[in-house]
Each structure stands twice: as structure tokens, then as C-alpha cells.
């Protein structure tokens, strides 16, 4: 960046208000950088409020001071390189016309601390899908391998923990492969099993009894197509939506093919799913394999697959964490409660319940 000091090295133009290094012996020598915004970038840097710069003030072990258009960094000399690399990232997406808020904030943080090769400046541009005015990018580093592995593969498993994008990314991804004549259909699909609870009978036609099943796969289809496109498209089968049952007896060519929540399936349903795999085609597997409702006794067809596919080509699994939760920031810490707590009761089997399996 224009104006940064390499490396973190002192500078003599200190102003007054940031503080002199110190000369004690036996400390960390500080080391100060001050570098000019572009002026068009400045609001959407710091934020509204400065909600931005606070956030950066809080996570940053830098001191970081603001005066007009120039930021200055002060602090021990690894800090001070850190924090001019994650504004260099910030300045970057705002000059690329992104949104830039407390949570790009916090994701630019996370990525560089984790020592990925990526920079997050172009993992939090990478647009997937656009429609009125809103685009469907990764938001975590994890995000876009996932999404660039889908790119690459022809069968995909992405696992990991609610709110971390494992479905939503793979609709993204398949209707760009719709709209850019890749493949000719989309098929989603998932297992009829119940959360824990018995609905009962339910009245109505086949199509309305395993509706609520469905649902979300519809929700997430509403954010990227136009609604009043779908019955259309699914009456002239560009779009199915089926349960798992649905697809045993096919072979399903030229088509963006997700199985959703396959943590409730079985080893031997997704057997039969994996060979539905036509020409032309490609697979999508989600799931959270600590979220198995299956009765009591039934393997996870999740857990088991990775074994067994071990050493065959053309197949990638991504693995997302609670780093990677994209809903409320309150869901990733309820993610890690959840294992740490199963982790205890993994590790003392006396103390009763060791969770569903």
C-alpha cells in the first residue's frame, strides 16, 4: 500500500499523540507505520460510526489511529506488519466496490491470522450469484475452497455444522451452472427423516405430505431464482425437488445433482445416490454428521463414506467448523459449546449419555 512503512520500521514524523518507541532495555522496541486512505475509500473503510475502526481497535494488538485520510499504526513490530496487511485487505475490497462492515472486518482478521496463502480481499470478492442487487459470495476462506473444489470435482462432500453455507453454496453454484448452459437440470434431493419429533400422519396429496421436507431446499431456491419462475422450470423439470426415495432406478445425465442433510441417510441409501451419477454431471453431498436423526442402531451413511471412498479420484471433501458460520455470531459459539460438551461425554462414556449416533 502506498505510503506503508515495510516491515514495521519506525518512522521520525511521529505525531505527538502516538507513542515514542521504547528504549528500556529488555523491551519489545515499537515500531510505527502511517500510511494515506484513498479518499473514496475512507467511509467505507472505517464504517458507519467508525463501527469499523472500533472493531479493528478491539482485535488488532496494534494501537490504530485515525486523522482524516491517514492511518496510524503503532506498536511491537510484528503487530504493526500484521495490522498493515489486514488494511491493505480492507482498502483493497473497498476500492473493489465491496461492502466492507464489522464482519468483513472480523473475517479479514481471522483469515490472515490462520496463515492461509489466500488473500481475503479476493475470497470475500469472488461472486458467485447475482439477482437484484445481491450477490452470493464465500464469506470464510474454508467457504471458498469449498466452492472452488466444486469447480474442480465432479463429486463434492461438504460437512460441517449448521449455518456454515454447505447447502446454500451448492444451490449458488448450481444455478450458475444452469444459466451458463453447463448442465440442462438441477436435482435436489434429501432423505424424509424427522428432526427428533414424530409429525404423524400428514393429510393431503404425496407431493403435500413430504413438502415440509422439502422446504428448505425451496427457500434456499427462492433467494437465487425468481420465484415466479420456479413452477415453471420444475413443471418442465429444470428444477426437481424430490425426496431421496425418488432417485433409486435412475441414472441422471447433464445435471447439478445435491443431496442434503446425508447425515440421515443410510450406508446403503448412499450407495444408491452416489451411482445415480450420469454424464456430464456433478454431485454435492451436505451434511453435519453431529446432527444424525436416524433411529437408534442405523449407520450414518456420512460418517462411513469417507472410508470408504478413500483413494478414489475425482472426489473431494471440504470440512467446514463453527470458524465458518455465516448466521448469527451467537450460532458458532453454541457450534463449540455443543463440542467441547460431546467431547466430555466421549471421553467419560460412565457418565451416561454420549449423544445420538
Do not use: C
Amino acid at each position: 500500500m502506498a505510503g506503508t512503512a515495510q516491515g514495521g520500521a519506525a518512522r521520525s514524523d511521529v505525531p505527538p499523540d502516538v507513542p515514542q518507541p521504547d528504549s528500556t532495555p529488555g523491551t519489545a522496541q515499537a515500531a510505527q507505520s502511517r500510511f494515506p486512505i484513498p479518499d473514496a475509500a475512507v467511509l467505507t473503510l472505517l464504517g458507519s460510526r467508525d463501527e469499523n475502526l472500533r472493531v479493528a481497535e478491539e482485535l488488532l494488538a496494534a494501537d490504530v489511529h485515525v486523522r482524516g485520510n491517514e492511518v496510524t499504526l503503532t506498536g511491537v513490530p510484528a503487530d504493526v506488519a500484521f495490522a498493515e496487511r489486514v488494511f491493505a485487505e480492507l482498502v483493497t475490497l473497498a476500492g473493489r466496490g465491496q461492502q466492507v462492515g464489522p464482519d468483513t472486518v472480523r473475517r479479514t482478521i481471522g483469515m490472515l491470522s490462520s496463515g492461509g496463502a489466500e488473500s481475503p480481499a479476493d475470497v470475500l470478492s469472488l461472486d458467485i450469484l447475482s439477482r437484484r442487487g445481491r450477490t452470493i459470495r464465500p464469506k470464510t476462506l474454508n467457504q471458498k475452497k469449498y466452492v472452488d473444489a466444486i469447480d474442480k470435482h465432479t463429486v463434492v462432500f461438504g460437512i460441517g455444522p449448521a449455518g456454515t453455507g454447505k447447502t446454500y453454496l451448492a444451490m449458488a453454484k448450481a444455478v450458475q451452472a444452469l444459466q451458463a448452459k453447463q448442465v440442462t437440470r438441477i436435482v435436489l434431493t434429501r432423505p424424509a427423516v424427522e428432526a427428533g419429533e414424530r409429525l404423524g400422519y400428514l393429510p393431503g396429496t404425496l407431493n403435500e405430505k413430504i413438502d415440509p421436507y422439502l422446504r428448505p431446499l425451496y427457500d434456499a431456491l427462492h433467494d437465487m431464482v425468481d420465484p415466479e419462475s420456479i413452477p415453471r422450470l420444475t413443471q418442465a423439470g429444470t428444477i426437481e425437488i424430490a425426496p431421496l426415495a425418488y432417485m433409486r432406478g435412475r441414472t441422471l445425465n447433464d445435471a447439478f445433482i445435491i443431496l442434503d442433510e446425508a447425515q440421515n441417510t443410510t450406508p446403503e441409501q448412499m450407495k444408491m445416490f452416489l451411482t445415480r451419477l450420469g454424464f456430464g454431471s456433478k454431485i454435492v453431498v451436505t451434511g453435519d454428521i453431529t446432527q444424525v436423526d436416524l433411529p437408534s442402531g442405523q449407520r450414518s451413511g456420512l460418517r462411513v463414506v469417507r472410508d470408504i471412498l478413500d483413494g478414489v479420484e475425482d472426489l473431494h471433501f471440504a470440512t467446514l467448523t463453527s470458524q465458518d458460520v455465516v448466521r448469527h455470531k451467537l450460532v458458532g459459539d453454541i457450534v463449540d459449546a455443543y463440542e467441547k460438551w460431546q467431547a466430555a461425554q466421549d471421553a467419560e462414556p460412565a457418565n451416561g449419555w454420549k449423544g445420538r449416533r
